[in-house]
């Protein structure tokens, strides 16, 4: 199995407020999590990554946190602002021989 | 400047006709990948380049090849196009399993 699930496809929060989006991955040998961000009509841009010698990385108001045992990964946006309004992609790949692997996207919108 | 540049930024063609999509890369990138995106299904791999003339099938190979005879260069060939191969395609590149960066992406309408 090479699958990432990606939840909740859609995220409605009020500005200021937190977002969180949580993926699931199949392959245990997966060591590489990125997240990107897509804004609308643009190209999927790396916004924050974590690789599986850590369980927390945090920056700029992101943090993701990773859970190997359960083969989940999550993305934090605290204090969220209109401009983060976008969709977010989570991936995760291995070692060579395999290749990123993406969910399917979270549409986060933050309303005033 | 590491720019992944993606030729043409759109495309109409006709059903059966064949479609050439262009992507370069600046960044010397060994890998590169081709990407189709459709509303619900993310970014799926069609094909990935390990280097020149080194290309490998991914999810969605079907109706598909590639060419790569540049490192810097990396082609998607539609041979008789089909209306179900309308789409946004992207091309990225990456050194090594690690982060991907895509070009601008090309909206294909195949009528």
């Known amino acids: 199995g090479e699958q990432v699930e990606q939840l909740p496809s859609i995220l409605r929060v009020q500005e200021g407020s937190s977002a969180s989006i949580n993926c699931t991955y199949e392959n245990s040998a997966s060591n590489y999590f990125p997240w990107y961000k897509q804004e609308p009509g643009e190209n999927p841009k790396l916004i924050i990554d974590?690789?599986?010698?850590?369980e927390r990385k945090q920056t700029q108001g992101l943090i993701v946190l990773l859970d190997k045992k359960a083969k989940r990964f999550s993305l934090h946006i605290t204090d969220t602002q209109p401009g983060d309004s976008a969709m977010y992609f989570c991936?995760?790949?291995?070692?060579?021989?395999?290749?990123?692997?993406f969910g399917t996207g979270t549409k986060l919108q933050v309303v005033p | 400047d590491m720019k992944v540049t993606q030729m043409p930024r759109y495309l109409i063609k006709r059903m059966g006709e064949n479609v050439l999509l262009e992507c370069g890369q600046d960044m010397s990138h060994e890998t590169m990948y081709w990407y189709r995106q459709d509303p619900g299904l993310g970014l799926q791999l069609i094909y990935i380049s390990y280097d020149v003339d080194s290309n490998s099938e991914g999810d969605i190979p079907k109706g598909y090849r590639v060419s790569r005879k540049k490192r810097e260069h990396f082609s998607l060939i539609l041979d008789s196009a089909k209306t179900n191969q309308t789409s946004v395609y992207f091309c990225?590149?990456?050194?090594?399993?690690?982060?991907?960066?895509f070009g601008a992406g090309t909206r294909l309408s195949v009528l």
């Open positions: 991936a995760a790949s291995g070692n060579s021989g395999t290749y990123q692997r």
């Open positions: 974590i690789r599986s010698n850590m």
């Open positions: 990225a590149s990456s050194r090594g399993q690690n982060t991907l960066y």
